[in-house]
């Protein structure tokens, strides 16, 4: 008997393989986050298949995501990372993503960053249990709050919907539909 799945991961193995062991579970490691919200950002405009087929060229351009040797970037970097065929070259995604750093980085040592992003859900998972993806909303209150407080502290392409986006796959909510396997396993805790 083949699995059941959200509809949003149709059939390519990445996606597939993404969907099953990645998406909706918590992730409470603030550079994990971090670089979670970074391809959210990446992802604007685009398929999120666009950016999984990517997602190590990212990492090898953006020196693994670390947030403090990104922060030292400066138009050399930027460059080099338009010139990057393997990551998408947006000049102002670039940009941000070097200004990202420093706000992680502000934040990390103000308080943690997972500390700050899972404070907006009294840090437990929201467990939605929506019929199809479209009982799945694009944005929700809390996202927007969020957008907000990332934005108050210096990140840009923050918006409530890549925020949701971004709390979707980071584990915050669960919005795996009713009757995908994942969806109970994901609320049980479990991660795979």
């Known amino acids: 008997m083949m699995a ?39 992802q604007a405009g685009l398929s999120w298949i666009t950016i999984l087929r990517k997602r190590q060229s990212f990492r090898a351009a953006f020196d693994n995501f670390d947030p403090y040797r990104i922060a030292r970037y400066d138009q050399s970097d930027v460059t080099r990372l338009l010139g990057d065929a393997g990551i998408v070259r947006h000049r102002g995604k670039i940009e941000a993503t070097i200004g990202n750093a ?13 500390s700050f992003i899972w404070s907006h859900v009294d840090g437990d998972p929201q467990q939605n249990a929506p019929r ?43 919005d795996h539909v009713r009757d995908c396997h994942r969806a109970e396993a994901i609320r049980a805790g479990s991660e795979v």
């Open 4 to 42: 059941e799945r959200c509809s949003w991961c149709g059939t390519d193995p990445l996606y597939i393989d993404y969907h099953d062991t990645e998406w909706g579970v918590p992730v409470r490691d603030g550079r994990d986050l971090w670089e979670k919200l970074v391809l959210e950002g990446f």
């Open 132 to 174: 199809t993806m479209a009982d799945v909303p694009a944005e929700t209150p809390v996202s927007r709050q969020l957008s907000k407080d990332l934005k108050k502290a210096g990140f840009k392409f923050c918006g409530p919907t890549i925020v949701y986006a971004f709390m979707q796959a980071s584990g915050m909510v669960n």
């Open 102 to 114: 420093r706000a992680f980085i502000a934040i990390e040592e103000r308080e943690g960053f997972a």
